[in-house]
């Protein structure tokens, strides 16, 4: 389907790497790039885990 996009406001580049290479038809528009994922997947610098952030865990 040409119309889905992906819209996002924080990502790791191996999440869009990954998002990118399963799905290299849909466009990827990120509001802030983090810089990695840390040894257990979590978004560093910034973010850490990131369902804790969103459940407040």
Do not use: C, W
Request: proline share 9%; glycine share 12%; charged share 25%.
């Amino acid at each position: 389907v040409p119309r889905i996009k992906y819209m996002g406001l924080i990502a790791a580049p191996e999440g869009v790497e990954r998002l990118s290479t399963a799905h290299p038809d849909v466009p990827i528009y990120i509001a802030e790039l983090d810089e990695r994922l840390n040894e257990v997947g979590f978004i560093v610098p910034g973010l850490g885990d990131a369902g804790d952030r969103q459940f407040g865990t």
